[in-house]
């Protein structure tokens, strides 16, 4: 059976103000997630990266990646990882400046 309750307006700021409370000790009362570590393995580097096995050992030997070593193991920051990605990503040309570009080329091919 539903009970309907009649409040005045200071009940009912009360109210609220107790909700708001509670939730707002209940969100502080979450723990943080751990930040990952910095150093990472090869097998993370390519979870981060996308890149495969093979790719980012010929990238590491020719020094294009970001990569230290530790005794015979190859070792990468997470930092300088996505800084690195950061800069080699492309965005995306809109599609009005590449239709743009198409019709200049064309204009300029000798009829």
Excluded at 12 to 36: F, G, S
Excluded at 63 to 74: D, E, S, V
């Amino acid at each position: 059976m539903t009970q309907i309750v009649q409040l005045n307006y200071e009940d009912l700021q009360t109210a609220i103000k107790d909700c708001l409370r509670d939730a707002i000790a209940e969100i502080k009362a979450i723990p943080e997630p751990e930040k990952p570590a910095d150093r990472m393995t090869l097998p993370e580097a390519c979870d981060l990266t996308g890149l495969s096995r093979s790719l980012l050992y010929k990238m590491s030997m020719d020094g294009t990646i970001p990569r230290q070593k530790y005794g015979k193991r190859l070792v990468f920051s997470r930092e300088s990882l996505n800084e690195w990605m950061q800069v080699r990503t492309v965005s995306m040309a809109s599609p009005e400046s590449v239709m743009t570009g198409r019709l200049q080329k064309s204009a300029k091919k000798k009829i």
